[in-house]
Nanobody
Framework: EVQLVESGGGLVQAGGSLRLSCATSGFTKDDYSIIWFRQTPGKEREGVSCISSSDGSTYYADSVKGRFTISSDNAKHTVYLQMNILKPEDTAVYHC?????????????????WGQGTQVTVSS
């Protein structure tokens, strides 16, 4: 059974940092790329970063480029999202999903697997 479990969210002041974790199970690192996306009520899902299963290439949405870093620890089956210089507009529930990376601003969620999410709140 494919599972993705996010953790690491919290409340932080603007300019601060958080590191999110996505623990995966039920598949190997070569099966799926991992996408971090975020969602706020009333807004569409926004993909923020993706790490490719094929070659480890990383992709970032324009809104987070230069501030967020995605990485993976294959031994721990975990993907991380280091978020620096956080802004109030980064406030959202952050999810990780199994999918495909095509470009900085285009990811595909075709497999239908994602976690429950972790809340990130950035105060001004």
């Amino acid at each position: 059974e494919v599972q993705l479990v996010e953790s690491g969210g919290g409340l932080v002041q603007a300019g601060g940092s958080l590191r999110l974790s996505c623990a995966t199970s039920g598949f190997t690192k070569d099966d799926y790329s991992i996408i971090w996306f975020r969602q706020t009520p009333g807004k569409e899902r926004e993909g923020v970063s993706c790490i490719s299963s094929s070659d480890g290439s990383t992709y970032y949405a324009d809104s987070v480029k230069g501030r967020f870093t995605i990485s993976s620890d294959n031994a721990k089956h975990t993907v991380y999202l280091q978020m620096n210089i956080l802004k109030p507009e980064d406030t959202a529930v952050y999810h990780c999903a199994a999918g495909s990376c095509y470009s900085d601003n285009y990811y595909s969620y075709e497999y239908g697997y994602w976690g429950q999410g972790t809340q990130v709140t950035v105060s001004s």
